[in-house]
């Protein structure tokens, strides 16, 4: 070590812990390598290793994390060969993937190196990362990560952690894989699908308990289990689908319908979880990852580039620019027409699609009206300026499926409308909370005087 | 990536008490230097982006060479200074085909200017804005009015508790309150040394903002109701639109048999529901 850099590698070490373990050392040698001064290259492995590790449990995982240290026990690993593939350096040659649990979710991993514990092993790993991948979260291994094994860990033991939680529908998330719960079926349809190739049945529906509803795929069939059933399923896998976790009915779940008698302990009936969902402050939908059909109000207080006329591929339903299609080259594009807006409650905001239907009820112009302003006009942005002229302000009501992301809520719009005027009965409750006025209280007891009897 | 701050809804007599909120007060730092200048009102809201529902009342071009727009828009409570400038190039469209007086929507950045200590200026920079009906404001005062009631309710609980400092925010977040108002009533507190004045300025004004409002569906007052829109629509016949001296149209309510205390019942409550306003003294003129 000469005397240029030992300075910029005893900070590292101070900042960032063993250097030669983690591989920070040869990459620091690397940007020495390139001729990067001592100096530069220490900022730059801090940048990227940062200098706070971060400490997190399996249900603060999302997508595309890096520089934290989780440890959980393995609930299951396995191992793949990889195909060797052309052209690409010799790399590892397996991969290893399993789940990985906690006390708060469990989690699939995958590790670029063989680990060193096996089932029911509690392993600590620092500066892991992670992706996304299949619609979940993926907890990633790499040649810069650094694993050990914890003997004495105070984790749940193993049959603890792979037992099945039982679960209320919102407590349901990505680092979930199986459940157990109870709940009322709301909606069901049955449909056919291809699998690979081969036709098969499925059911889809909706469920829902006094927490929330979740959408259903059942791939068996559900005899004797129709809408208004209320069943007790038992070993759901739970999939995500556009950041909204759906529960699967598979062939190892056991589904039984809720004898009349143990049905009252339940906390709602068919009738209570039918009913429309009552409205949420947007506050309530930003605290939670995604939320199935909800209901909340505000007020637009702006609608977004993109609104409006767009052209659409025929063949993916891609929105297109100039007539060509990212995938399928030039194409003649179908128009359409969405809205996309902030809805602000002053809780919270959020950004609202409404597809077409509902874009040509809450604009009041069809999609017809709407083409005839844009070619009567000499601006292109002819219908998204009378979009905002239109609705910016405006105060609407909008159920729908939120999902909270990298760049806050979004919220697909199934249902709008303009909320009912209620503001006699608020009136009335605010200045009843607000009290009498000063002068009708009459004067004040306590005016700092004393008072003689 | 930065979401989208959230638009606060906030009465423009809390909104001109707020000063401004010093990084390093903050207990929860953000470590982020991207994050928004804050200010903080005296009832411990933290705010920066503002939307605002009122009746735009002046609109002045103030640009000597770049186009600038100064707005006055006002509410039961007060009025919010706004301005508008290039960078603003949205809001400064709008402005420059609105007529004041028109119901408008807006949402902004709040600004505090300060060129010597003890003067202080708080205004919005508008970002988007908009006309729109007598309706979006009453619910904007109402939504307003229950955000502003909810935050005095906490700030009297947390003057009521004795607590500062980290044990109050502790307490209010036991309580319910969100994380920021918690963390903004206990910077508040710090700061103020009459801190019931305001809240007690404040309560009387929303409450008699909310009284106007409600005027209108009374149904006990349906005589009231009648006399009121023969007033107003006496004040349209006589031009109300353009502005009408105040002494002449009392002479010709009271001619067509309309008792001069009425006359002067009815303007007061138009001018305090924002349906009209004053000019000039002894001038008035309709919204719309």
């Known amino acids: 070590m000469d005397e240029k850099t030992a300075p910029h590698l005893e900070e590292l070490t101070r900042a960032l812990g063993d250097l030669e373990k983690t591989g920070i050392r040869a990459e620091f040698d690397k940007l020495l390598a390139f001729r990067v001064s001592p ?23 999302s997508a595309s994390l890096k520089n934290f240290e989780i440890t959980g026990r393995i609930l299951d690993i396995g191992e793949k060969p990889l195909r060797p593939q052309e052209g690409v350096r010799e790399g590892p040659s397996k991969l290893y993937t399993g789940v990985l649990a906690d006390e708060t979710g469990s989690v699939m991993f995958s590790s670029w190196k063989e680990l060193p514990g096996s089932v029911g092993d509690v392993i600590n790993i620092k500066n892991a990362y992670t992706r996304l991948w299949q619609n979940r979260i993926r907890l990633s291994i790499g040649e810069q990560s650094l694993v050990s094994k914890v003997s004495d860990s105070s984790l749940p033991l193993l049959s603890e952690l792979s037992r099945t939680p039982a679960k209320k529908l919102i407590d349901i998330g990505a680092a979930d894989f199986s459940v157990n719960t109870a709940a009322c079926v709301l909606q069901l349809s049955h449909r056919e ?22 959408p259903f795929t059942a791939w068996v069939e559900l005899p004797g289990i129709d809408i208004g059933s209320i069943i007790r399923i038992e070993g759901a896998q739970i999939r995500m689908f556009r950041g909204m976790p759906s529960i699967n009915l598979v062939s ?36 939670r990852d995604s939320m199935f059909d909800v209901v909340t109000a505000g007020n637009v207080v702006s609608v977004r580039p993109g609104s409006g006329i767009i052209s659409r591929c025929p063949e993916c339903s891609r929105v297109i620019q100039k007539a060509n299609c990212r995938v399928h080259g030039k194409v003649e594009g179908i128009r359409d027409m969405r809205i996309k807006a902030v809805l602000d409650d002053g809780t919270g905001a959020m950004s609202v699609m409404f597809p077409r239907e509902l874009a040509e009820i809450i604009y009041g112009k069809t999609l017809e009206e709407a083409e005839q302003l844009m070619f009567s006009d000499i601006s292109k942005d002819a219908v998204y300026e009378d979009l905002r002229r239109f609705l ?55 005016g700092g005087g004393v008072s003689f009897a | 990536m930065l979401k989208r701050e959230i638009a606060k809804r906030v009465f423009a ?3 001109e008490a707020c000063r401004e909120l010093d990084k390093s007060e903050r207990s929860v730092s953000e470590a982020d230097s991207k994050s928004p200048n804050l200010l903080i009102s005296p009832l411990g809201l933290i705010l920066n982006r503002v939307f605002a529902v009122g009746v735009l009342t002046e609109l002045d071009s103030i640009g000597t060479q770049n186009e600038m727009w100064k707005a006055r828009i006002v509410d039961p409570t007060g009025a919010f200074t706004v301005y508008a400038g290039q960078f603003q190039p949205d809001a400064s469209i709008f402005f420059s085909t609105v007529q004041p007086p028109a119901f408008i929507a807006l949402t902004g950045k709040a600004r505090i200017y300060e060129p010597e200590p003890g003067s202080v200026f708080i205004s919005i920079r508008a970002e988007e804005a908009n006309v729109v009906d007598e309706e979006i404001r009453n619910r904007w005062v109402v939504d307003t009015a229950e955000q502003t009631v909810d935050r005095l309710e906490a700030f009297s609980d947390a003057l009521a508790s004795g607590y500062r400092g980290e044990t109050l925010r502790e307490y209010l977040l036991e309580k319910g309150v969100s994380e920021d108002l918690a963390e903004g009533i206990s910077i508040a507190l710090e700061r103020d040394s009459a801190p019931r004045e305001f ?79 004053e000019p000039k003294i002894g001038i008035i003129r309709l919204v719309g």
């Open chain 1, 252 to 287: 190892s779940t056991k589904v039984s319908s809720v004898a009349a008698e143990d049905a009252d302990k339940l906390a709602f009936t068919f009738e209570s979880a039918a009913k429309d969902p009552a409205p949420l402050k947007i506050e309530e939908i930003a605290s």
């Open chain 1, 193 to 214: 699908v291809s699998v690979r190739g081969k036709q098969s049945k499925v059911i889809s529906g909706v469920l829902a308990d006094e927490t929330a509803r979740l």
């Open chain 1, 392 to 446: 910016t302000g405006r105060y609407l009501a909008v159920r729908g499926n939120s999902s909270n992301g990298e760049y806050g809520i979004s919220f697909v719009a199934e249902h709008a409308w303009v909320p009912e005027d209620d503001l006699d009965v608020r009136v009335v409750e605010l200045l009843r909370r607000l009290g009498p006025d000063e002068e009708e209280q009459g004067p004040e007891v306590s």
């Open chain 2, 13 to 15: 007599k809390e909104f």
């Open chain 1, 39 to 61: 100096e530069v290259a220490k900022e730059t492995i801090l940048r990227k290793f940062g200098g706070k590790w971060r400490i997190l449990k399996v249900k603060d995982l």
């Open chain 2, 199 to 277: 809240a007690k300025q404040l309560r009387a004004s929303i409450r008699e903002g909310l009284r106007v409002l409600s005027l209108e569906s009374e149904d006990t007052a349906e005589s009231r109701v009648d006399q009121k829109e023969f007033v107003l629509e006496l004040l349209r016949e006589m031009g109300g639109g353009k502005g009408v001296d105040y002494a002449s149209f009392v002479d010709a309510a009271i001619s067509r048999g309309v008792p001069e205390e009425v006359v002067e019942e009815v303007v007061r409550s138009l001018l305090a529901g924002g349906q009209c306003y």
